[in-house]
């Protein structure tokens, strides 16, 4: 009798435990209920009003060597000419730095594949 209830209790928690778990990563957005009074007549009226939170803490993309470079999704994007001013090496032949945000971003010219990446490198 005991290894039934517990065997019953062990799958409850295995069945359930998922589903807390979606509903903690759900919880983006918070739902204010609102019960006001209106009209001559006292209706009640319920109002909602669901307010959503962006998880992203900053705007910027972030880059990682190998990746495609793709200028849409770089905030400031900006070519850097004068690189010894940012303390940035040359970029070699077919290359060239450039500005997403507070980063720089070493890229080639011809098919737009990241070699390097500064972060925090303009402040």
């Known amino acids: ?7 019953a209790l062990t799958t409850a928690s295995l069945v359930a435990s998922p589903m807390v778990a979606a509903q903690a ?8 209920h609102q019960t006001v009074k ?9 109002r909602t009003t669901v307010i959503r939170k962006d998880d992203r803490r900053d705007n910027h993309r972030r880059w990682a060597k190998g990746q495609r470079f793709d200028r849409r999704y770089a905030s400031n994007y ?3 000419d004068n690189y010894r001013g940012y303390r ?3 970029p070699p032949r077919g290359y060239h730095w450039v500005r997403s945000g507070n980063d720089a971003v070493l890229v080639a010219i011809a098919s737009g594949i ?3 990446v500064m972060a925090g490198a303009i402040r």
């Open 38 to 46: 209106q009209g001559p007549h006292g209706r009640t009226v319920t």
């Open 88 to 90: 940035l090496n040359s």
């Open 114 to 116: 990241i070699a390097t």
């Open 1 to 7: 009798m005991f290894k039934k209830f517990l065997m």
């Open 78 to 80: 900006r070519v850097i």
């Open 25 to 32: 990563q759900a919880a983006a957005h918070r739902e204010v």
